[in-house]
């Protein structure tokens, strides 16, 4: 379900209203600068290929919400693939390259969250998941699985278009640090981060697999060593997020990258949990 959501062109004596960067609805394109009230919508008011804007994939058994979500967001400059089930997302991914994934975990056959599994086997493409309010337990397995955020329904859609960007935004600073940080490596009680292929080794040389946002975490700790970090701070740091509190996110991401670094969250010794504040890395760090 969906609240809010702004689907019909405004028409006033017979003219169109046209947002900047939204729908041409005489030409069917996206474009950045036009006349707010244009009769007959120009050609010259095209200026963005479709192929340069992120291309998300929308994934929900509804079809009003599949078709309402895209062409709200292709009016806020997003590319959209949809998919009404696990079989056609499958094949849709496969074959198209995606930046983000908004993903319904109550579809039919092939279960959300076994799907989540899948892409985060294949790739480690963004995941926003759609829930129900209730479903608190699948929302956290969610997280575990490694998606990196979560909407419940009903939504506004400008909520899941803020959180969009804000995943965006979060994945092209982290391939941005990574560009920054080619030659950095990471050494800490025996283990070693190597940031331009973004590998964790264990202390005995072996590799660890680990999702984009462990490594942010790993990263955000690892630049602050012996300094207690807030929920608020990661939350800043990991997900440059506005919209409200998602300490429970924290949380999971934290226990996640324990079980990774084979910490004992009972008696952690590298991530040690602050009462009333936060997390801290407890362990010198050296850089190199």
């Known amino acids: 379900m969906l609240r809010d959501l702004p689907l019909k062109a405004m028409r006033g004596g017979g003219q169109v209203f046209i947002p900047?960067?939204?729908?041409?609805?005489?030409?069917?394109?996206?474009?950045?600068?036009?006349?707010?009230?244009?009769?007959?919508?120009?050609?010259?008011?095209?200026v963005t290929d479709m192929e340069t804007l992120p291309h998300i994939?929308?994934?929900?058994?509804d079809r009003e919400i599949r078709e309402l979500l895209a062409k709200f967001l292709e009016r806020q400059r997003l590319r959209v693939t949809?998919?009404?089930?696990?079989?056609?997302?499958?094949?849709?991914?496969?074959?198209?390259?995606?930046?983000?994934?908004?993903?319904?975990?109550?579809?039919?056959?092939?279960?959300?969250?076994?799907?989540?599994?899948?892409f985060r086997a294949e790739t480690n493409v963004p995941i926003i998941m759609l829930t129900a309010m209730a479903d608190e337990t699948d929302r956290i397995i969610?997280?575990?699985?490694?998606?990196?955020?979560?909407?419940t329904k009903p939504f506004n859609p400008r909520e899941l278009l803020a959180r969009i960007r804000a995943v965006l935004r979060r994945t092209s600073e982290a391939e941005d640090r990574v560009s920054e940080q080619a030659t950095k490596v990471y050494q800490f009680a025996g283990w070693t981060l190597e940031t331009a292929r973004r590998r964790l080794l264990d202390p005995s040389g072996v590799?660890?697999?680990?999702?984009?946002?462990?490594?942010?975490?790993l990263v955000a700790l690892l630049d602050r060593p012996n300094?207690?970090?807030?929920?608020?701070?990661?939350?800043?740091?990991?997900?440059g997020r506005q919209a409200g509190p998602f300490d429970r996110a924290i949380d999971v991401?934290?226990?996640r990258l324990r079980r990774k670094l084979?910490?004992?969250?009972?008696?952690?010794?590298?991530?040690?949990?602050?009462?009333?504040?936060?997390?801290?890395?407890?362990?010198?760090?050296?850089?190199s």
């Open 207 to 217: 590799e660890v697999a680990i999702t984009g946002g462990e490594y942010d975490l």
């Open 262 to 287: 084979e910490d004992d969250g009972r008696n952690a010794q590298l991530i040690k949990t602050v009462r009333g504040g936060g997390y801290v890395l407890s362990t010198p760090v050296e850089r």
């Open 82 to 118: 949809t998919a009404r089930d696990g079989k056609e997302a499958r094949r849709a991914f496969l074959n198209g390259h995606y930046q983000l994934v908004v993903l319904d975990l109550m579809l039919p056959g092939e279960g959300g969250l076994e799907l989540a599994r899948w």
């Open 142 to 151: 969610g997280l575990e699985l490694g998606a990196d955020d979560y909407v």
């Open 20 to 46: 900047p960067g939204g729908v041409c609805y005489g030409s069917g394109r996206i474009v950045t600068n036009c006349n707010l009230y244009c009769p007959k919508p120009q050609r010259r008011a095209i």
């Open 57 to 61: 994939l929308v994934v929900d058994d």
């Open 227 to 239: 300094r207690v970090l807030t929920r608020d701070m990661l939350l800043d740091l990991l997900r």
């Open 253 to 255: 991401a934290v226990s």
